[in-house]
């Protein structure tokens, strides 16, 4: 099952027994970890077949109890378009924002410096109402790229920033947000950040490495889990 929508094959496939009966209404599937065996793929894209198979209403996702079969079968044959990978764009993330974090490094000016700690005070503002807004933190990451005074970077973090729009990509952030994963996400950008001004190009390609590598390592956890994935290392540089 080799392809760029691989997560959508691996929804087929369970649509294919829920319409054959194998899965009545009602039934609760196996957990994400015996499914990927089963199949034979990532847990990431059995997770992202769940979430297809939520949105286009052949399957019910309970906090905190897991995937359910629906109780009506949608009529359409056709599993909905659910957007881009959330896993793939973040592992095209890690790479190409890393490269454009070390840049903005060695380019930086004092004004892209003083645009970061803008976006970084209204992310906090959102943080401290326990949102997390994505306007304030594609401003963080496009104020990095701006830093670079590359244009062509700048429109990469937008084309990245416009796919996460997807429902895939949303609805992991609603699936897995919570209180750590927020202050996570501020403790790293204020890491990028200092890693910038500090004019450290590797330690700001491994800062922003680590922030997106916690965005995903969040996305792999379950729902009702309010822990961090303590998966990568803080890099911090002093101001």
Request: hydrophobic residues 40%; negative net charge.
């Amino acid at each position: 099952m080799a392809s760029q929508r691989l997560f959508q094959q691996v929804a087929e496939q369970i649509v294919g027994l829920i319409r054959s009966g194998e899965l009545p209404p009602g039934t609760r599937l196996p957990a994400e970890r015996d499914l990927s065996k089963k199949l034979g793929v990532s847990r990431p894209v059995v997770r992202e077949a769940m979430i297809a198979l939520e949105i286009s209403g052949f399957v019910e996702v309970k906090t905190g109890t897991g995937s359910y079969v629906a109780a009506a079968t949608p009529r359409a044959r056709e599993i909905s378009d659910a957007g881009p990978s959330a896993f793939e764009l973040l592992a095209a993330r890690r790479t190409i924002e890393g490269e454009i974090a070390a840049a903005a490094a060695v380019s930086a000016s004092s004004e892209n410096i003083a645009g970061l700690d803008e976006a970084l005070a209204w992310y906090r503002r959102e943080y401290l109402k326990g949102e997390d807004s994505f306007e304030a933190d594609r401003a963080f990451h496009l104020g990095v790229a701006e830093a670079t005074g590359n244009s062509v970077y700048v429109r990469m973090v937008e084309l990245l920033w416009g796919d996460m729009r997807g429902q895939i990509f949303s609805r992991l952030g609603e699936l897995t947000k919570n209180s750590n994963k927020l202050r996570t996400n501020m403790a790293d950008h204020e890491a990028i950040r200092d890693c910038i001004a500090a004019r450290d190009a590797e330690a700001a390609r491994q800062a922003m490495q680590n922030h997106i590598a916690n965005v995903e390592a969040y996305f792999l956890m379950d729902a009702a889990e309010d822990g961090q994935p303590g998966q990568t290392k803080r890099i911090t540089r002093g101001r």
